[in-house]
């Protein structure tokens, strides 16, 4: 099976919204009147960020999964996307599972697979997303402010519990392996909530690298502090009983992989808040507000501050 043989099998499909699709040198895509396009690209790197033998039809989905995270946390709705693939050696077993998972999550959210590149080389996956929001109304990472309330939607921490175990760092009974498992490796992007926060939410982003330092984000490009309470956070990990309750608090507040959204919105706007999670179906807990000062406070159990640091994954960090 040649290039362009592997290409029609798996990664050609009719387009609906696009202008133009698959099979010419460039995709057309016509964004509606009032409307600003969302772009963002996210690569997947064998060993880096999945396992060799990882489940062609999972590390589909989450190839994609992660890119709509990101327009999830911009308030997009998701249209189109591209695929670049370099891969070892065209295998039309695990290619067709890879293109199932791919394209069952690109229908439920339809958007639409219109064109990418593909070689051969190393297993690497990288796909653009492309999504619309209305002009003026993206959820930034600039926007929060003191005083406002921090959410978190979903649960936080199983992905890395699950990687802590594929790794052999700590032991899980079977069905909590199976069941973290399946977050690390089948991920839900939140872009019905996301959408849902338009106008709501002050600031968003995306966890992909973990709870603190990915809110150290918002912190930086807002010019605010926050603080957060672990007696609202411990309740986002209940999976692995028996597990030792600082391990699930790393894993929570620095675990990674989790592609929930953090949000700040102000206190004035719970009700609001709570009937966007209802109308997107997405549970979210408050964990902590928004302060004035600079840097990032935590509580523990008796409302204490915790001094311990908890660093949350940099590819390129020692
Ligand atoms: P060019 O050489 O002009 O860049 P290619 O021969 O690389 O074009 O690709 C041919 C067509 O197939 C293009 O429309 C391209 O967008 C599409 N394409 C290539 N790889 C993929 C892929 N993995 N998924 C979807 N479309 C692809
Ligand atoms: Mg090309």
């Known amino acids: 099976m040649g290039e362009f043989e592997l290409i029609r099998r798996f990664f050609t499909r009719p387009v609906r919204r696009a202008v133009l699709g698959v099979g010419d040198d460039c995709a057309l895509l016509a964004p509606a009147p009032g409307m600003q396009l969302a772009i963002s690209s996210d690569m997947l790197v064998e060993g880096r960020h999945f396992f060799a033998d990882v489940d062609p039809r999972r590390l ?3 190839a994609l999964a992660v890119n709509l995270s990101d327009l999830a946390a ?3 709705r998701p249209l189109a996307f591209t695929l670049a693939l370099s891969l070892p050696r065209a295998d039309a077993a695990w290619a067709g ?5 791919l394209m069952a999550l690109a229908e439920a959210h339809q958007c639409e697979l219109i064109g990418g590149d593909t070689t051969q080389g190393p297993l690497n996956i990288c796909i653009t997303v492309f999504g619309e929001v209305p002009a003026g109304q993206a959820l930034l990472r600039s926007g929060a402010r003191a005083g406002d309330d921090i959410y978190v939607s979903g649960t936080l921490g199983e ?3 699950a990687l802590e175990a594929l790794q052999g760092h700590l032991q899980l009974p079977p069905a909590t392996l199976a069941a973290t498992r399946l977050r690390l490796e089948t991920p839900t992007p939140r872009v019905a909530l996301g959408q849902a926060l338009r106008g709501i939410a002050s600031s968003a982003l995306d ?3 973990g709870l603190l330092g990915d809110l150290g984000h918002i912190l930086a490009q807002s010019g605010v502090g926050a603080c957060i309470d672990t007696r609202l956070t411990s309740a986002l990990l209940t999976a692995g009983p028996g597990l030792d309750t600082e391990l699930l608090r790393q894993c929570t507040l620095a675990g990674g992989d989790d592609y929930e959204l953090c949000f700040t919105a102000a206190p004035t706007l719970r009700a609001q808040v709570e ?3 209802a109308a997107s179906a997405t ?3 408050r964990i902590g507000s928004i302060e004035a000062q600079a840097g990032l406070r935590l509580l523990g159990n008796q409302g204490q501050e915790l ?3 908890y660093a949350s994954f940099d590819h390129f960090s020692a």
Do not use: E, I, Y
């Open 60 to 62: 589909g989905h989450k």
């Open 74 to 76: 911009c308030g997009a």
């Open 97 to 101: 599972a890879f293109a199932d998972g």
């Open 159 to 161: 992905a890395r519990l």
């Open 207 to 209: 966890l992909s690298d």
């Open 275 to 277: 009937a966007a999670a």
């Open 283 to 285: 549970p979210v807990t």
């Open 307 to 309: 001094l311990q640091r």
